[in-house]
């Protein structure tokens, strides 16, 4: 006990700081980024083309987007999630003895953050890919992980869910996506108390219903997002394909995005795609003068 007052931890003379640090950054930025990319997801919903839009509107940042990824989104959430396992880790709970609803939502509030950080991690490693450079890429795309192609985002969106039979992926996004919710929804209302905003019961209360009415609605978008990525078929995504790369020749010229090629879907090429036919000069020379689109 004499050690715990004379000579304490880096975090139990700055716990104050930390703690609503670490409940500021869980709301913004990871909890603003979050509405914005399930409302995002949820417009393939409406059509591919609105998602498309959307998605070439995110990455018009260019150069700076990895920096904007980094610093307002990964750095922000490992250190939201490690120093939540953490707390997580020393958190006395007491569900067994008292039974009151805000007992178990203290409680479901650390078990939904560790299954939401665990889902996070491989929702990023799956579709992202988390870094971007060759070596390491070449490792982790024959796994199928870094998925996703942003000048083709409907299509292998959908491809990367049927991945692994096509069951895998929908029923963990699915656990995966509804912690995340409940956390940033509950999470609401411990913030408020971690910064003094709703002390009396009266208070407390009206926060909690404001919480819970803010986790059905994003519930409804982010369930909205899960199905419009889960529901599409193999030859959905094959039309999606065909309308992206229409966007993308158009957006192209007029200036929108620039020619990236590592963002877009790569038809993989085989021997037997390639025919005598195909390969002989007169063939050459009848394809450069027909529609490139074609």
């Not at 939502?105 to 490693?125: D, K, M, P, S």
Request: proline share 5%; charged share 15%; aromatic share 14%.
């Amino acid at each position: 006990m004499a050690n715990l007052t004379t000579n304490p931890s880096f975090y139990l003379r700055h716990e104050f700081a930390i703690r609503r640090f670490h409940s500021l950054i869980g709301i913004v930025p990871l909890g603003l980024y979050m509405v914005i990319h399930l409302t995002t997801n949820a417009s393939l919903m409406n059509s591919p083309e609105s998602f498309q839009r959307a998605v070439y509107m995110i990455h018009s940042a260019g150069m700076a987007l990895p920096l904007i990824e980094w610093g307002g989104i990964f750095l922000p959430l490992l250190f939201h999630g490690i120093l939540g396992i953490w707390i997580a880790k020393n958190a006395k709970l007491n569900t067994g003895h008292y039974r009151f609803t805000g007992n178990r939502r203290y409680a479901w509030q650390r078990y939904t953050g560790i299954v939401a950080l665990v889902y996070l991690f491989f929702h990023i490693l799956h579709l992202h890919g988390w870094f971007h450079f060759g070596p390491y890429l070449e490792v982790i795309r024959p796994l199928q992980f870094a998925a996703f192609k942003p000048y083709n985002a409907a299509s292998t969106l959908v491809e990367s869910m049927n991945q692994w039979g096509g069951f895998v992926w929908p029923a963990f996004y699915l656990v995966g996506v509804m912690c995340c919710v409940y956390h940033l929804a509950n999470g609401l209302w411990t913030a408020g108390i971690t910064w003094g905003l709703w002390i009396t019961p009266a208070a407390q209360n009206r926060a909690s219903k404001v919480s819970v009415v803010f986790g059905v609605i994003l519930s409804v978008i982010a369930l909205s997002a899960w199905w419009a990525a889960v529901a599409p078929s193999s030859e959905d995504a094959i039309r999606y394909r065909e309308i992206e790369n229409r966007m993308y020749e158009a957006n192209l010229e007029s200036g929108v995005i620039l020619d990236t090629p590592e963002k877009r879907y790569e038809e993989a090429t085989t021997e037997a795609s390639v025919t005598p036919e195909t390969a002989s000069p007169t063939a050459d020379a009848d394809s450069s003068d027909s529609d490139p689109l074609q």
